[in-house]
């Protein structure tokens, strides 16, 4: 009897789900649908950036391998027309890079000289890198452009004496602008850079008046 019992139970679950299933089988399919289309959908787009990423690399590959294996021209490719206070980020990504667009469209033909106020790491990689160097542009979804910069003739410290002596040095050269690119921190009372361009007006009005 016990069997009889727990045998029409099992029938009844099994109907109950047939059942289910039958009812709810429009609702089923378009989930298991959108299922499958979000999973097309990530891995779709995990392969568009790796694509992106490849093709960016190749490109910043070509790019590095040209400038590496091609004839280095001398640092002075510019005369020197600006000088630059500060190596920091923004100036190299603005200024620079705009002096650079003037440069090659035969629009400006000048050269900037860079002296850093802290350090010496980005004036001595600037000098080793014959004053070149790789700017890459992007938005929300991926990198769109990676440009070569060449307005950089040449960099030096500022923090030691022979350092800022080369500097105030490039004032004999007729200059078109002075940069001062650094943080509120480098503007302040005593700070090396608002000496240093205070010491740069000076000299240049000496030189051409």
Same mark, same amino acid.
């Given at each position: ?46 392969? /568009? ?21 091609? *004839? ?8 020197? *027309?600006?000088?630059? @206070? ?11 890079? /705009? ?38 542009? /992007? ?47 480098? @503007? ?22």
């Amino acid at each position: 009897m016990d069997e009889e019992i727990e045998i029409i139970n099992t029938n009844t679950r099994v109907e109950k789900l047939k059942n289910f299933l039958i009812s709810k089988r429009k609702q089923l399919i378009t989930l298991l649908i959108l299922i499958i289309l979000i999973l097309i959908t990530f891995f779709g787009y995990q392969e /568009f950036k790796s694509s992106s990423k490849e093709k960016l690399a190749n490109k910043f590959n070509s790019i590095v391998t040209n400038f590496e294996t091609g *004839k280095k021209e001398n640092i002075m490719r510019y005369p020197i *027309k600006v000088l630059a @206070i500060g190596a920091g980020g923004l100036q190299r990504a603005l200024t620079h890079e /705009f002096i650079d667009y003037l440069n090659k469209n035969n629009r400006y033909h000048g050269g900037i000289y860079v002296g850093q106020p802290r350090g010496t790491d980005k004036a001595e990689a600037f000098n080793q890198q014959n004053g070149i160097y790789h700017l890459v542009d /992007f938005d929300l979804n991926e990198i769109t452009e990676v440009k070569k910069v060449e307005s950089v003739v040449g960099a030096t410290t500022l923090s030691t004496e022979k350092g800022r002596e080369l500097f105030l040095k490039q004032v004999e050269n007729p200059l078109d602008l002075i940069l001062v690119g650094v943080t509120e921190a480098g @503007i302040g009372k005593g700070e090396i850079a608002m000496d240093v361009l205070h010491q740069t007006l000076i000299r240049y009005y000496e030189h051409h008046g």
